[in-house]
Each structure stands twice: as structure tokens, then as C-alpha cells.
Nanobody, 125 residues
């Protein structure tokens, strides 16, 4: 089992920045992908960014390319999402996810087995 705990959410004005963290615990040795998702009220959960822990490869949703950066610390137990140039459209609950499978659609929520509880990000205009 893997446990994921997100932190770092909050309220920020448009144009501002936030950094989210996701601490992983439990049996983390088998994790191959980690990712960030977000869900706005009344909308489906969408993939924001994914990190391939085996190849250190990253993937981003078009809506955040150039503004968000996903990374992982050297201990390999904490995932980050650095968010910049935030807009009100970035508002939502942000979730961390992890998966042990080595292949799949890495920005699809159906691909991931483990989920955190989420951290709220609110961007005001």
C-alpha cells in the first residue's frame, strides 16, 4: 500500500505562484509513475502533469505547459508541482496520484491506483 499526502494549496491572486508537495509513504519502491490532477466544481478530474520515476520523464497538459513544473526530490518520496502565472481557471482541488504499472495513459485518472486527499488551490482575479 502507498499513502499520499498533499500540501501547499491556498489562495493566490492571478499571476501568482504556488508550490504543491506530495509526500509518499508505505511501499514506495514499486511506484513507476506519479502525477498531479485537478478537479474544479462540476467538472471532471483532469491530468495536469505526470512524472515517470523510472526514466525521469515528464508530461504536461497543454493548458499548463510553460507555467507548471513537476519534479521529485532526491529521496524519491516527495513529488512537487511548481505553479506559476496562475489564472482563475487553475482553481480546483489538486490531487496527487501514484501507480506501479509501467505503461498507460499517464494523464488519465483511470490509470492510477493510489490517490491523496487533495489540496485546494484558489486563484482570484
Amino acid at each position: 500500500q502507498v499513502q499520499l499526502v498533499e500540501s501547499g494549496g491556498g489562495s493566490v491572486q492571478a499571476g501568482g505562484s504556488l508550490r504543491l508537495s506530495c509526500a509518499a509513504s508505505g511501499y514506495t519502491g514499486g511506484i513507476y509513475f506519479m502525477a498531479w490532477f485537478r478537479q474544479a466544481p462540476g467538472k471532471e478530474r483532469e491530468g495536469v502533469a505526470a512524472f515517470n520515476t523510472g526514466r525521469s520523464r515528464t508530461d504536461y497538459a497543454d493548458s499548463v505547459k510553460g507555467r507548471f513544473t513537476i519534479s521529485r526530490d532526491n529521496t524519491k518520496t516527495t513529488l512537487y508541482l511548481q505553479m506559476g502565472s496562475l489564472t482563475p481557471e487553475d482553481t480546483g482541488m489538486y490531487y496527487c496520484a501514484a501507480e506501479e504499472s509501467h505503461g498507460g495513459w499517464v494523464l488519465s485518472p483511470q490509470f492510477y491506483r493510489y490517490w491523496g486527499q487533495g489540496t485546494q488551490v484558489t486563484v482570484s482575479s
